[in-house]
């Protein structure tokens, strides 16, 4: 028994006994069929969706829908889209992180750790915040071909935004010849990546609420900038923990606060 399918709904069924040959018209070997066969066609009612416009993005931005056209009848309908269908280890609906990684994956900033997991909990490295804040910013061609960093090497997935990111100031790397893109991205340094990229816009807020927060720390504006833009509410109510790792869905949820809400 054969069934053939267009998409995912079957358009008939065919049980199939052989005697007669068919020339294929790639050349390949003739395939025989035997009578005789009996066609069942479905419910012809039965919409066959095809997708008319992937991913496009209607009325709110935060809301990606896909449009399909029904290949019998002309009729369409508009689905939202959701990363979930993708990615099996998506987080619920009810999660700060769900619509920040939509929007992140629809709009090209981040794919995933493979092609079917996200990795939400795991470490989002320097060189990933780096690419991911030069994408959302439009993946600009660097002016300054220059490259400060021994550990940053052409033909890096990351190359063009370190050196995106080093001409506008965002990053001057661990040294001054290292990058160190391997290395977790720390809370400070994500706060620190968006202030200067947003282009250390002064805060408002004269202090900070954070006991683990200090006038002296290069992150200092920062953090008041990113707190006072609800960017982050801190670890706790008092402490902002910037020696912290960053995952990869706190990474993404700091983008889409800083460049999307």
Not at 59 to 82: A, I, M
Request: glycine share 8%; proline share 6%.
């Amino acid at each position: 028994e054969l069934r053939y399918t267009q998409t995912q709904t079957p358009v008939a069924t065919f049980r199939v006994a052989v005697d007669r040959d068919f020339a294929p018209k790639d050349g390949g070997e003739p395939v025989t069929l035997h009578r005789p066969y009996e066609a069942i066609p479905i419910d012809s009612t039965t919409h066959v969706w095809t997708v008319q416009t992937p991913g496009a993005v209607t009325g709110d931005v935060h809301q990606y829908t896909t449009e399909y056209v029904c290949s019998r009848c002309g009729q369409t309908k508009t689905d939202r889209l959701c990363a979930g269908e993708i990615f099996t280890d998506m987080p619920a609906d009810s999660s700060y992180s769900h619509n920040p990684i939509d929007w992140a994956y629809f709009n090209g900033i981040t794919q995933g750790t493979s092609a079917i997991t996200f990795g939400p909990k795991g470490t989002c490295t320097r060189a990933q915040i780096v690419t991911f804040l030069w994408r959302a910013n439009g993946s600009p061609e660097p002016t300054e071909t220059e490259n400060p960093f021994e550990d940053v090497h052409p033909g890096d997935y990351y190359y063009e935004a370190v050196l995106w990111a080093v001409e506008n100031y965002i990053t001057l790397g661990t040294s001054e010849t290292t990058f160190s893109p391997g290395d977790g991205c720390t809370r400070a340094q994500v706060v620190s990546f968006l202030w200067r990229a947003e282009g250390k816009s002064e805060s408002g807020l004269e202090d900070t609420p954070f006991e683990d927060i200090h006038s002296s720390a290069y992150y200092y504006k920062a953090v008041l900038w990113a707190v006072e833009h609800g960017i982050t509410s801190g670890t706790t109510a008092t402490t902002f923990s910037p020696a912290d790792t960053c995952t990869r869905e706190q990474i993404v949820t700091f983008l889409y606060r800083a460049l999307a809400e």
